[in-house]
């Protein structure tokens, strides 16, 4: 984590969370909140076959979800950021305050 986490478009302090530091569109979150992210990992060559990293994920379907088989697709995008101080329930995991898809070039979109 230690060697990913510097070629990620993350930074993850005791400060908070900021999703695309040093682009044109830094998206800021106060400390205590989680980034889930999943991204080329940035250890490998430009082209080599990517591999993602994937940051605090898992199944992103809930234990509400399983009334039938559409519930059960994929919830979150690229990346989100959770605020755990909302309990997760049977559909989220706590609140989720943000969440996107990175561009065709994975780099962080501006907020709209």
């Known amino acids: ?23 044109a569109a830094p998206r800021r979150f106060p400390a205590g909140h989680v980034p889930v992210m999943a991204y080329p990992n940035p250890l490998l060559p430009p082209e080599a076959t990517p591999r993602l990293v994937v940051l605090n994920s898992g199944l992103t379907f809930r234990e509400e979800h399983d009334a039938n088989n ?30 996107d898809f990175f561009d065709e070039g994975w780099a962080v979109k501006r907020a709209e």
Do not use: F, H, K, Y
């Open 1 to 23: 984590m230690a060697r990913v986490l510097p070629g990620l478009p993350l930074e993850w302090t005791a400060d908070g969370v900021v999703i695309g530091p040093g682009s």
């Open 70 to 99: 559409a519930l059960q697709n994929r919830r979150l995008p690229d990346w989100a950021v959770i605020d755990p101080a909302v309990p997760p329930d049977g559909r989220e995991p706590g609140r989720v305050v943000a969440a």
